[in-house]
């Protein structure tokens, strides 16, 4: 595992923090209309989708001043998502802006006009959502948060962790379509001679059942596949993978944060924050089938090592020492 700093990703996108420069940029007089479309909870103070409206400030774009905002946000029910982006297709925004592949899916199904800005997705080729990575084709982009990779790192951090791993259950929902994660994360196993439990949650009342066959399918870890459910529910499961003694590696760094033991991934205030240059950059002209999806190349590991004493687990050195937070 290549060395752990700061994030950075692929593609530059120009500065993120010149706002008066931007501001001057922008139509004098426009007012812009965005439809902000999340399976995630409106509710959630600490969601770091908060990062993204952030970021539109910080880039000139008032609420209220020169910037409405749609908000749909679904609370967990995928079925409604593609009722909300035909609602927002039939306010003709000027912009839609997914949070995650089924959201995505849902604006591209409602609209092939209105550009649209997705982030939180795996592999937008392989869902569909652009014709490649490098020019998406369509009204469609982005930024993603999975590498080929990343799968097989997790496992590498757990194994360090736990060396004599044999077997680890996942927790995924198939009602999403970060698919990706499962096939990576079972091949990655493979590799490393350790068997996967696959275990489905589709609701919050899905957790303690699941955990409590991974319990007794023999799983002495937890893979907590990226999920606005699993980020939701993210202090219950930290709570129900400690009581029931499982090391737990995330996907989050705000799932580490409430109680699990890891977490590997994206950071994603930082991705949200990027979110908000593409919107930037499709207000100021430039086309959707011709933006480049934003790829990630450096991620953080979050270690909780009051997590850890509670398991009674010893956190290996090598591994404090590449993680960019320890919560003590």
């Known amino acids: 595992m290549g060395r752990i700093g700061r994030r950075q990703f692929l593609i530059a996108t120009g500065a993120l923090f010149a706002a008066p420069l931007a501001a001057e940029a922008q139509q004098a007089g426009k007012v812009y209309r965005i439809g902000f479309l999340s399976a995630a909870s409106g509710r959630d103070a600490l969601h770091p989708q908060a990062a993204f409206f952030d970021g539109l400030r910080e880039l000139g774009y008032i609420e209220g001043q020169n910037l409405i905002i749609e908000r749909r946000f679904a609370e967990g029910n995928f079925d409604r998502l593609n009722e909300f982006a035909a609602d927002l297709a039939r306010r003709k925004v000027d912009l839609i802006v997914a949070v995650g592949p089924v959201p995505a899916q849902a604006a591209q199904k409602a609209t092939s006009m209105i550009p649209i800005i997705f982030g939180v997705v795996g592999d937008p080729v392989a869902t569909g959502l652009v014709a490649s990575l490098r020019r998406p084709g369509r009204n469609i982009t982005g930024v993603s948060n999975i590498t080929s990779d990343l799968a097989g790192k997790r496992l590498e951090i757990l194994k360090e962790v736990v060396p004599k791993l044999a077997q680890v259950a996942v927790l995924h929902n198939p009602s999403n379509v970060h698919s990706v994660l499962v096939t990576q994360t079972t091949a990655a196993a493979r590799k490393v001679g350790v068997q996967l439990q696959l275990l489905e949650v589709r609701a919050p009342n899905d957790i303690e059942t699941a955990l409590q066959a991974a319990v007794r399918g023999g799983a002495s870890a937890l893979i907590v596949l990226e999920d606005s459910l699993m980020f939701r529910e ?64 450096k991620f953080e590991l979050v270690i909780n090592l009051k997590t850890a004493k509670t398991l009674g687990i010893q956190i290996p050195q090598s591994i404090l020492q590449r993680a960019d937070k320890v919560i003590e």
């Not at 930290?238 to 977490?263: D, N, Q, W």
């Not at 979110?275 to 499709?282: I, K, L």
């Open 234 to 297: 993210r202090t219950r499961i930290a709570a129900l993978s400690t009581k029931h003694r499982l090391p737990t590696i995330s996907g989050f760094a705000e799932e580490a944060e409430v109680g699990g033991l890891m977490a590997y991934g994206v950071s994603l205030p930082y991705l949200f924050r990027r979110m908000a240059t593409y919107v930037d950059r499709v207000f100021k002209g430039a086309k959707p089938a011709e933006l480049p999806v934003e790829l990630p190349t």
